[in-house]
């Protein structure tokens, strides 16, 4: 009982010390995914965060410190979401992968009825993959996992970038409230996971 009592109390430390920044076009996201005390304005130094999601917008929201900033936060092991979706919903993803890796999403015309592919890396288990309604997807790079295919093209990747994690999303909308469903949801506990190098 005594043990039980005592993980209950060090898992509730842990969850209420975890800080959790959401910059972008948050306000679709469904609130099935957001925790109540996620910032949705950056009050504190990046390094104070523990975890990153940015949804991409057709404006960037990012001031001129946050790119300096996401070095640091990175080299201390943490991790950051990048999603995007197709033009104009690609700011914010246009801005830090042309930092991070000199590349940039891009639109994609794939038939998006059917669901994306689960590679055989396994940061994602999840299968049947939905993948959003208005999607682009990712160059190919030797510093990133393919975590998910829409037909030749990499939907979601993931890489141990400068000591922290990063994924990288071309379709976000999955999560709005819409299409919300219990598939949707474990996709999004696994990038947590992986993000939180849990």
Wanted: net charge negative; charged share 20%; with cysteine.
């Amino acid at each position: 009982m005594i043990r039980i009592l005592l993980f209950l109390l060090l898992s509730s430390t842990i969850c209420f010390s975890q800080k959790t920044l959401f910059l972008g076009n948050n306000t679709a996201i469904c609130k099935d995914f957001i925790d109540d005390k996620v910032d949705t304005v950056q009050l504190h130094p990046l390094e104070d965060y523990d975890l990153i999601y940015i949804f991409s917008g057709a404006r960037s929201v990012l001031n001129t410190n946050f790119l300096q900033e996401l070095d640091t936060f990175l080299t201390r092991g943490k991790g950051i979401y990048i999603g995007s979706e197709n033009w104009p919903m690609q700011s914010e993803a246009r801005i830090l992968t042309q930092h991070l890796f000199q590349k940039e999403f891009w639109e994609n015309q794939s038939n998006l009825s059917s669901s994306g592919e689960v590679s055989d890396h396994k940061v994602i288990a999840s299968e049947n993959i939905d993948p959003g309604r208005s999607v682009a997807t990712f160059p190919m790079d030797v510093r990133l996992k393919v975590e998910v295919w829409l037909g030749d093209e990499p939907l979601i990747l993931s890489s141990e970038y400068l000591g922290g994690r990063i994924i990288l999303d071309g379709g976000y909308s999955r999560f709005y409230c819409p299409l919300n469903n219990e598939e949707n949801k474990v996709l999004w506990d696994e990038i947590a996971a992986f993000l939180l190098g849990n």
